[in-house]
């Protein structure tokens, strides 16, 4: 006999299952044939969500790093509370730029529309490569912001990066000239008679 036939199933029938809600809506709502209706002034698809509040950033995924050498780093994957699926789910970015071996923002904040994956996973495209303090919401008004966070693109080559201390350190085991990384023994793109010799000096060329 097929294991599969002769086992019963331990779950609740097909029929029941199409009935049931998310977190019995949280007890800010009734459930209808699987679907939450909201009391007044809650939202969301288990009613978790107040009208008008913030969402949260739990976490960015690779914990707000992103290394040029292994990835392209133009897409952030957000994972959040309390985020609805609505056409003005949005990324609010402002540029971090390195200032010694920590970070300040800088420039004015651009928001990006972002693509609802689950009711805690979101992604965005980068306003371009970079190193970002990121923020989002469910409007599109640059109202109910979510508390900040930090993602780091860097290149492990010349980096060693720590999104908690907002910072990235110098490593002397290539070279980083012009602020482009290259590989001990690389040459110049526009000179071959030059090459990077770490050992010698790891911010010119030999």
């Known amino acids: 006999n097929n294991l599969n036939d002769s086992c019963p199933n331990p779950g609740?029938?097909?029929a029941i299952l199409g009935e049931l809600c998310l977190a019995e809506c949280n007890s800010a709502g009734t459930c209808e044939k699987g679907q939450c209706s909201c009391q007044s002034g809650r939202t969301g698809?288990?009613?978790d969500i107040l009208v008008g509040g913030s969402p949260s950033i739990l976490f960015i995924d690779g914990d707000g790093l992103c290394d040029l050498r292994t990835s392209t780093c133009d897409l952030i994957n957000l994972y959040a509370d309390k985020i609805m699926d609505v056409d003005t789910l949005s990324c609010y970015f402002t540029e971090l730029q390195q200032s010694g071996s920590t970070f300040e923002t800088v420039g004015d904040t651009t928001r990006v529309n972002a693509t609802f994956v689950t009711y805690n996973e979101l992604e965005c495209d980068l306003p371009k490569k970079g190193s970002y303090q990121v923020k989002i919401s469910n409007?599109?008004?640059?109202?109910?912001l979510s508390d900040p966070a930090n993602y780091l693109v860097y290149d492990s080559l010349c980096f060693t990066c720590d999104v908690s201390t907002l910072s990235c350190t110098e490593k002397s085991t290539a070279c980083l000239i012009d602020n482009v990384c290259y590989e001990p023994g690389e040459y110049n793109p526009t000179d071959i008679h030059q090459y990077c010799d770490p050992t010698v000096n790891y911010t010119e060329w030999k």
């Open 12 to 14: 609740p029938p097909q």
């Open 45 to 47: 698809i288990d009613c």
């Open 139 to 144: 409007g599109n008004t640059g109202t109910q």
